[in-house]
């Protein structure tokens, strides 16, 4: 999967978006609320890279 898939967002998305889509992603598979489950982990450890790399713009640029 892409980085904008991960965050269920099209490559020409702008940098609000990515916020948006970070925060929705983040609180719905956050470890706490998901009472730590290993799948909730992976996929939240995953939408936290995903947005680490596309919230730079030259992190995004290289990644591009």
Known sequence: KSLYEVL????DAAASDIKKAYRNLALKHHPDRNNGSKESTEKFAAIAEAYET????????EYD
């Open 54 to 61: 596309l919230s730079d713009p030259q992190s995004r640029r």
């Open 8 to 11: 269920e967002l099209k490559p």
